[in-house]
């Protein structure tokens, strides 16, 4: 149910056509919460039949016109119910952490491989982020808006600077294990 609100989120961030709302998901949503461009298209045509959004009007015949699109009072209010929810975590599902527990009954071939590979991605977006935090965060900017937006951004750092925490000490143990 998050994929609406996500929506929602950021058409009350800027009203946007559904091609400028994908592009701005993929730069920002989208590093926690990622949905093919397919998928907000589908969505926006559901929000705006609920009655959440609506077109905007166009100077322009509509017929090969991009849609630009507003929330409305109902989508508002939607989302507001919705983040005043009481939610629980979802549980931890880990492709690499499942592959790394059977390895220990099957062997480790080609784990250590992607151990590696895991831990240039997982560097590779902690730059990422920590750019986004330069450029985006600089001292000062404390607003209640971008305190809340920043500690959105803080917890992909500090999820990433865990990630090649723990797999850095995963190779290590890997070199450990080739010792014996």
Known sequence: MSLPHAILTALLEKPSSGLELTRRFDKSIGYFWSATHQQ???ELGRLESEGYIRALPSEQPA????KSYEVLPAG????ARWTSASQDPK????????????SAVVGTAGIATDLR??????????AEYEEIQKRDFPPGKDAPQDRLRHLVLRAGIDLETFWTQWLTHALDEFEHLDEQ
Do not use: F, V
């Open 76 to 79: 508002r209010d939607e989302l």
């Open 117 to 126: 590979r895991h831990l240039d991605l997982h560097q590779r977006q902690l």
């Open 91 to 102: 549980p931890m599902r880990d492709t690499m952490l499942l592959r790394l527990r059977a």
């Open 63 to 66: 017929r090969g016109q991009k």
């Open 40 to 42: 907000i298209y589908r």
